[in-house]
């Protein structure tokens, strides 16, 4: 997965609503036709991160088959964030693709 | 952010286990549902999430700061090193705890009596005046810094260096009203005394020049704000009350501001009024215009920009133009010697930004002694932990090598073992505060003031706090470092393969073990020479003969609440000395004027017709009671003594000691003739007796001439009188029947400083007996310390060499050759440690010889004591091991390999 693009992504998966680690990473996989592939244990630290800069937020509740699971919610300035990165990213790969110019 | 995390991260890792939980079961509920067996199911749920320690360590890294954690993971292994050896830590921590407790302790004092300003704003432009030589007159107090009501006054209102001049006179006074009259000390102060020292009202108002215009006629009183909140519980009515001081009214004008307790450090001042009232507090000394009367004291504050230089040019002219128009008093055109004398006083000015230092100038050499015995003591703790911290890395370079060898640098096993030091040295700066409070306390306690009246206090404040943490951290580094440095070198490959050997530890090691040594050795001569100089001191102020027998006698201050009339006076101490006399267990009583061994004084010229007038001599005066010399137990050599027969009969009779006899009578007994007091005055004395020499002010110096005075020849001025109460037993069973006779005398007298004789004399030797108590106690503890550490390296240089000596002995060397090898180890270091201790010994010596007593600063015996003393305790502590290497047995040893 391309550096630094995780973040995004896991803030455009809570984007329609609140969701746990285990169902963000689905999102991702199926979302991306299982292109992009989510390790599980690097997924959470991201979270966590996120969570530290204020771009999401978490609580506890029960999940669809009824287990114990942690939500996170995609807060306000993480809307704002996404929408910053996005436009970015969107920069970045225009730029890419006219350096590489038409595929032969 | 990473901080708050920290802080909560175990419930961080609890949560994240959690989650890890979560998705662990999610993925297993998918699997199954996708038709998978259960328990392969959850095998490939964990598979699907990838490297869970990996996972584990990202999120504990997020959760730590870097520094802090290391700290902390040094600091957990330090517990467990010190548990794994509490004998170790308790010795280390102890020998810290005394070293810091000590160094506390006389810090508290020190900076309470040397080192603090005066609480006013500025302290620093604060100056007192002084003049010295030349006194004409009558002088009381200190002698240096007193002046005349009338040379102060010329002297503040002429001036133009400083801001102000005030000046301040300190007495004791009774104070009436309460359920028992109490004596206070108090302040009669000038006009200006608030003004120029700056300090603000807590209530009401402070005295003002208005205050002070004439002489009686202004009855009012400014409080303590401590006195106050005491005395008064902090009453906001009290002012406008009435208080009544030695019996005469005055209205409470106001409470100083918190924390001022006047400009005498130690020593406060519960009650200021106007100095203009001094003749109705003692009426007795109405002085306020005599200008050959010394007793005020002047403060004054410098003028911003003015130095204290220039203002001291300033006032010596003005003080010698003063010099001038006093020497139109008659005294001088009377006595033309007097004039020269007069001429050659020297006025000076010196810094008050501490207050009156009499109590600094008292204590600020012993005080300094004392800080540098105690940083001796610090040192010596400190290279002994160093040497125990040796040895322990000796004992643990297997385990240190281990940690080289997978990986560990040699800075963070420094780091550790420096994290240890500093944790035992933060155990014994905790033991240290708690030693340091009670030494202090235990210290003040042996003081010679009135504890009630003395504010120098024990308990440790911010800034003692502060001392002890900077001096805990020093000592931290400076026991720590070298050894950490050391131990951490251990080479793996050196150490691990050595093994066999049995025992580890590089020679490098015991060099700075060794070097530890010698420092102590040296420090605890140094402080063995200083107790010897001390209490050599001490023993020879003991050996001086006092001429009394004060071992029973009980001494107090008598005075009357409010002033009595002469007859009055008369007819009362003679009963008091009645009463006294017939209570259980005493067997003599009698009273003198002028309190014995406290400093105080009265001496004058005495005219003798038989001696020519240029030759007359000084004496010291006493006015006495009948009883007084049986109460002390001074001999009558010729003559009589003073009975109750002479008491207000009118006809002036006296005595004189044999010194004064002997010098200016040929020895010859004078009974039955007559001299007068003072110069070219009339002979209206009559001598009725000779008695035995005895010490009056102080315990030092020549013998002094005295001449005793019957006391009812000068009842008029006397106020207090000092009583000596002979027991029959132990003189504390018979104070308090003395209390209660007194009462039933009259309930108007005061009672102040009821004691045994023995501690008002051991009060004048208190430096001494401190010096030398303390100094001998620092010694033996550091000598204790040097002793230990020499043993302790010697013991571990014989366990490094066992080899060695059983080999030599295999090969046949002599037990005395074993014994040699041993002392040659430990010789150098000994005398190493001796002449360094002796060298600065010498200057030691220098530096104290004014607190010496006929003792030079390098007496032979005190230097041959303490060099013998410590050659045979580390004889002993070398020849131990040594007897224990002739006892090694070469065949054992040689099997060990």
Not at chain 2, 34 to 53: C, Q, W
Not at chain 2, 515 to 536: D, E, I, W, Y
Request: aromatic content about 8%; overall charge positive; hydrophobic content about 45%.
């Amino acid at each position: 997965m391309l550096l630094g693009t995780l973040d995004m992504l896991v803030l455009r998966a809570l984007l329609p609503a609140p969701a746990h680690g285990h169902t963000i990473a689905h999102v991702i996989e199926t979302t991306s036709e299982d292109t992009l592939l989510v390790e599980h244990g690097s997924l959470y630290p991201a979270l966590h991160r996120l969570e530290d800069k204020g771009y999401i937020a978490s609580f506890w509740g029960n999940s669809e088959n009824n287990r114990k699971a942690k939500y996170y919610r995609l807060t306000k300035t993480g809307k704002d964030h996404l929408i910053g990165e996005r436009s970015r990213f969107e920069t970045l790969v225009r730029a890419i693709t006219r350096v590489l110019g038409p595929a032969s | 952010m990473t901080w708050r995390r920290f802080l909560h991260r175990s419930r961080r890792h609890a949560e994240f286990r959690g989650e890890i939980e979560s998705n662990i079961a999610h993925e297993t509920d998918e699997n199954i549902a996708r038709g998978i067996a259960p328990p392969d199911a959850r095998a490939a749920a964990h598979r699907r999430f990838g490297n869970l320690s990996l996972a584990l360590e990202k999120e504990y890294r997020m959760n730590s700061v870097p520094v802090f954690d290391t700290l902390l993971q040094d600091l957990r292994y330090s517990v467990r090193q010190i548990k794994a050896q509490p004998g170790f830590a308790a010795a280390a921590v102890l020998s810290l705890a005394l070293g810091i407790g000590a160094n506390t302790a006389i810090f508290t004092l020190t900076d309470q009596i040397i080192v603090r300003l005066l609480p006013v704003p500025e302290p620093q432009s604060l100056v007192q005046l002084r003049v010295d030589g030349g006194r004409i007159g009558s002088n009381n107090g200190d002698g240096t810094h007193t002046f005349s009501y009338p040379t102060f006054k010329a002297l503040r209102d002429t001036q133009n260096v400083f801001t102000g001049i005030t000046g301040q006179v300190i007495s004791g006074a009774s104070l009436t009203g309460g359920d028992r009259p109490e004596m206070v000390r108090i302040a009669m102060v000038d006009g200006n005394y608030f003004q120029v020292t700056g300090v603000g009202a807590r209530l009401g108002r402070l005295l003002t020049p208005d205050d002070n215009i004439k002489p009686n006629g202004h009855p009012v009183a400014v409080l303590q704000y401590e006195f106050w909140k005491s005395n008064y519980r902090s009453d906001a009515a009290i002012a406008g009350q009435t208080i009544r001081l030695n019996g005469s009214p005055f209205n409470v004008i106001g409470v100083a501001a918190e924390g001022f307790e006047g400009t005498t450090v130690g020593f406060p001042a519960r009650i200021w009024i106007p100095v203009m009232m001094r003749p109705t507090i003692s009426p007795t000394n109405p002085r306020l215009d005599n200008e050959r009367d010394s007793w005020f004291y002047p403060y004054a504050r410098l003028k911003p920009g003015v130095s204290m230089g220039q203002a001291e040019a300033a006032m010596r002219v003005l003080y010698r133009q003063r010099q001038e128009e006093e020497l139109s008093n008659p005294l001088f055109t009377q006595f033309p010697q007097l004039r020269d004398s007069f001429l050659k006083q020297t006025f000076r000015l010196e810094s008050a930004e501490q207050g009156d230092g009499g109590l600094r100038r008292r204590f600020e050499r012993p005080l300094i002694v004392l800080q540098w015995l105690v940083a001796a003591v610090l040192l010596t703790a400190c290279s002994n932990v160093a040497g125990l911290l040796l040895a322990r890395g000796a004992s643990r370079q297997r385990e240190i090598a281990i940690r080289r060898a997978i990986g560990a640098g040699r800075a963070r096993i420094a780091a550790q073992l420096l994290t240890e030091s500093a944790l035992l040295a933060g155990m014994g700066g905790v033991a240290g505060i708690a030693i340091g409070a009670w030494l202090s306390k235990s210290l003040l306690a042996s003081l010679p003031f009135d504890q009630a009246n003395f504010t120098i206090s024990a308990i440790p404040d911010l800034r003692v706090l502060g001392f002890a943490f900077v001096v805990t951290a020093l000592t931290a580094l400076f026991f720590g470092l070298a050894p950490a440095w050391q131990n951490s070198a251990a080479a793996p490959s050196v150490t691990l393969r050595s093994e066999a050997a049995g025992i580890a530890g590089g020679s490098a090691s015991v060099r700075l073990r060794k070097a530890f040594v010698a420092v102590q050795v040296g420090l605890s001569v140094l402080l063995l020479l200083g107790a010897g100089l001390f209490v050599k001191t001490l023993q020879n102020l003991r050996r001086i003969d006092l001429g009394i027998k004060s071992e029973n006698v009980v001494t107090m201050g008598v005075s009357p609440a409010f002033p009595y009339e002469p007859a009055r006076k008369l007819q009362l101490f003679r009963e008091l000395m009645d009463n006294l006399g017939r209570a259980p267990g005493v067997a003599a009583v009698g009273a003198n004027s002028t309190q014995l061994f406290m400093g105080g004084r009265s001496d004058g010229s005495v005219t003798i017709p038989e001696v020519p007038e240029n030759s007359r001599p000084q004496s010291f005066f006493n006015w006495i009671t009948p009883g007084y010399f049986e109460a002390l137990g001074i001999p009558m050599k010729a003559g009589r003594g003073f009975t109750w027969a002479d008491w207000g009969g009118g006809r002036r009779v006296a005595v004189m000691n044999e010194q004064i006899v002997k010098e200016y009578y040929n020895n010859q007994p004078p009974i039955g003739r007559s001299f007068g007091r003072g110069m070219r005055a009339p002979l209206d004395t009559e001598i009725v007796g000779v008695f035995g020499n005895s010490r009056y002010h102080d315990v030092r110096g020549e013998i002094p001439r005295q001449t005793f005075m019957n006391m009812d020849s000068a009842i008029a001025n006397i106020t207090t009188i000092n009583v000596y109460a002979r027991a029959t037993g132990d003189p504390r069973t018979v104070m308090a029947a003395l209390h209660t006779e007194i009462q039933r005398t009259d309930p108007n007298l005061v009672v102040t400083g009821m004691r045994p004789l023995d501690e008002q004399i051991n009060s004048r030797i208190v430096n001494e007996l401190l010096l030398s108590f303390l100094a001998t106690g620092f010694a033996v503890l550091v000598t204790l310390l040097a002793v230990i550490g020499l043993y302790g390296v010697l013991t571990f240089a014989v366990a490094r060499r066992t080899r060695e000596i059983g080999i030599r002995m295999a090969l046949g060397a002599e037990a005395w050759a074993v014994v040699r090898l041993i002392v040659s180890e430990s010789a150098p270091v000994i005398l190493f440690g001796i002449a360094a201790g002796v060298a600065a010994g010498y200057g030691l010596g220098k530096y104290i010889e004014n607190q010496l007593y006929e003792v030079k600063p390098d007496d032979t015996l005190v230097f041959a004591l303490t060099v013998g003393a410590l050659l045979a305790a580390a004889a002993l502590a070398t020849l131990l091991p040594a007897h224990r290497a002739t006892r090694i047995d070469p065949a054992h040893v040689l099997r060990m390999d």
